[in-house]
């Protein structure tokens, strides 16, 4: 299994996702073929990823560089791949 | 009207988007648009939580921009650059009363007898058609 799919599982079965980056939610997004948007000074950051039956799918991050994500992000992420089909 | 990117993302930020705040089970306070899930702001203070959120925002109507993707809007919302307001042709024409008749400029006068009403300037009207 490949980097991103069991970081993928792993947050999906984390009922308390605090302990991952954002370099590795971004890995996830990558596998998934998510697309970043340009972004401005600040630290959202914004990836766009498109389902097998061509609907826009949108995450917000936020990466500020250092440290973990917040556990909201990560859930977040995670429903939007879930409610789209990315995860079975 | 052509509109740039920066002009969109203007009318954008100013739309009626459904907010909500929420409490996350770590405590942590969110403001969310509801029509956008990519846009979730946090922080510490009322302050921060509101410039996180429109940073957020910000960043997830440049993304949809960027990508020429299709917005999901507020109720009731169109957008200006979707829907141009249809060219408005305004057409003068000028017309005089002969008999009591508004008449064309151009139009004949088929009872023969246009000269029977003196010409003043004070009866030139204007007909606007849409």
Known sequence: MSRWRKLLADMANDSDPR?????????????????????????????RGLTQGGTVVVVGLVDRGHGTLKPYLIREMIAQLR?????? | MAWTQEQKLAR??????????????????????????????TGE??????????????????????????????PGVTLPWEHPVEKVVIVHTKFRFVRHQARLIDQPDTAGSAGSERWEPKHFG???EV
Not at chain 2, 13 to 38: F, M, Q, S
Not at chain 2, 45 to 65: G, P, V
């Open chain 1, 19 to 47: 302990n991952y980056t954002y370099e590795e939610a971004v890995a996830v997004l990558r596998g998934l073929s998510f697309a970043a948007a340009p972004h401005g000074a600040g630290s959202h950051r914004v990836w």
């Open chain 1, 83 to 88: 409610s789209n089909g990315f995860i079975s």
């Open chain 2, 12 to 41: 954008l930020l100013t739309l009626p988007w459904t907010i909500r705040l929420e409490r996350t089970p770590e405590g942590d306070n969110l403001l969310r648009v509801a029509e956008l899930p990519a846009a979730v702001g």
């Open chain 2, 45 to 74: 203070t009322d302050e921060e939580i509101a410039r996180d959120f429109w940073e957020a925002l910000e960043a997830t109507l440049r993304a949809y921009l960027h990508f020429g993707d299709e917005l999901p809007l507020p």
């Open chain 2, 126 to 128: 204007e007909a606007v």
